[in-house]
T-cell receptor, first 115, second 110 residues
Framework: NAGVTQTPKFQVLKTGQSMTLQCAQD?????MSWYRQDPGMGLRLIHY???????DQGEVPNGYNVSRSTTEDFPLRLLSAAPSQTSVYFC??????????????FGAGSRLTVL | QQQVKQSPQSLIVQKGGISIINCAYE??????FPWYQQFPGKGPALLIA?????SEKKEGRFTISFNKSAKQFSLHIMDSQPGDSATYFC?????????FGDGTTLTVKP
């Protein structure tokens, strides 16, 4: 049981480049989300999904795009990377809303540096 | 507008002492209050959680105290150990969305 798997663990981009952070979970969780973690600012919600085909914006969605074609996968796309997007990104999943959607299982994180 | 305020930002405790981290929230719609523990290079992991109909929950050395009227909750770590050194985040959740505090870096000195 791998839990939540994120790739890559580290990535360096140049300003303007695009890339996709991958997230996969094998727990059959309906709810998946992306957070960014910056020093002294906790975790801020970027986008989330309550099930396949359904996504919504979180607190800081600008510059990011998501899709949810399957229950297992929830990729995060950076459309045109900016230095302000330098951060550690965490994917998290949880069971459906009825059985405890607030209990998050996090991946190990992806550290992104934009030059 | 920060919906969950956490303090202190950092905390140093001697081994065997009590570590106390406080959080305050604003949105009364929150119905789930978890604490997460994060070690360097790792993702946060659920430590303990409480619902607003309970004033206290204890799991081993970890206790959450919850004051609904004051909209405050706190984490107490009894008999703190060097292995407890980590960053702790409080959070408040509703309908699947969680709002996090800024985190507290705990250092337990041997």
């Amino acid at each position: 049981n791998a839990g939540v798997t994120q790739t890559p663990k580290f990535q360096v981009l140049k300003t303007g480049q695009s890339m996709t952070l991958q997230c996969a979970q094998d727990m059959n969780h309906e709810y998946m989300s992306w957070y960014r973690q910056d020093p002294g600012m906790g975790l801020r919600l970027i986008h989330y999904s309550v099930g396949a085909g359904i996504t919504d914006q979180g607190e800081v969605p600008n510059g990011y795009n998501v899709s949810r074609s399957t229950t297992e996968d929830f990729p995060l796309r950076l459309l045109s990377a900016a230095p302000s997007q330098t951060s550690v990104y965490f994917c998290a999943s949880s069971p459906n809303l009825l059985s405890g959607a607030n209990v998050l299982t996090f991946g190990a994180g992806s550290r992104l540096t934009v030059l | 507008q920060q919906q969950v305020k956490q303090s202190p930002q950092s905390l140093i405790v001697q081994k065997g002492g009590i570590s106390i981290i406080n959080c305050a929230y604003e949105n009364t719609a929150f119905d789930y209050f978890p604490w997460y523990q994060q070690f360097p290079g790792k993702g946060p992991a659920l430590l303990i959680a409480i619902r607003p109909d309970v004033s206290e929950k204890k799991e081993g050395r970890f206790t959450i105290s919850f004051n609904k009227s004051a909209k405050q909750f706190s984490l107490h770590i009894m008999d703190s150990q060097p292995g407890d050194s980590a960053t702790y985040f409080c959070a408040a959740g509703n309908a699947g969305k969680s709002t996090f505090g800024d985190g507290t870096t705990l250092t337990v000195k041997p």
